[in-house]
């Protein structure tokens, strides 16, 4: 015959720590394995520094144009020409997406930005943004 004890036959407490910790645990193992959405970058540009200044955010309907350091124009990870760029800005201007981010290697050639620039402007774009670093500048060996 069993013996009751009064002390045993209790209900034991819910131990909420280790629920608690397995929450934490997940709530980390997801924060890390998202991927957030960043602003499109092409890993071959090389952005200018700037000494001060405030970052740049990217808005999700803006266009984000890179401009590489041979001055191939590339917009959502697809190269353009000239003429392709100007139709997609002239369609995008025409939809009111007027919001313009140029991005333009620090090694390229200033007339690859003022040609992307003036692309803009001809397809009904009055402002562009550009794309920089918040570092200090450090000197580039021209070739």
Same mark, same amino acid.
């Given at each position: &015959?069993?013996?009751? =004890?009064? *002390?045993?036959?209790?209900? *034991?407490? #819910? @131990?909420?720590? @280790?629920?608690? %910790? ?5 709530? &980390?193992?997801? $924060? ?9 970058? =092409? ?21 984000? #144009? ?14 353009? @020409?000239?003429?392709?760029? $100007? =139709?997609?800005?002239?369609? @995008? ?5 007027? %919001? #313009?981010?140029?991005?333009? =290697? ?18 009904? #774009?009055? *402002?562009?943004?550009?794309?920089? $670093? ?10």
């Amino acid at each position: &015959m069993r013996i009751k =004890d009064s *002390e045993s036959d209790q209900e *034991e407490p #819910i @131990n909420l720590l @280790n629920l608690i %910790d397995t929450l934490f645990f997940l709530l &980390m193992f997801f $924060l890390i394995a998202t991927r957030f959405k960043e602003e499109e970058r =092409d890993v071959g540009v090389q952005l200018p520094q700037l000494a001060s200044s405030q970052p740049l955010s990217a808005l999700p309907q803006q266009i984000i #144009i890179n401009i590489r350091e041979d001055g191939t124009t590339v917009v959502a990870s697809k190269s353009y @020409n000239p003429d392709q760029l $100007l =139709d997609l800005l002239s369609q @995008n201007a025409a939809a009111g997406n007027r %919001d #313009i981010l140029i991005r333009a =290697d620090e090694r390229s050639l200033h007339r690859y930005f003022a040609n992307v620039a003036g692309l803009c402007r001809k397809a009904g #774009i009055p *402002e562009v943004k550009i794309g920089y $670093l918040l570092e200090e500048p450090t000197p580039v060996r021209v070739q």
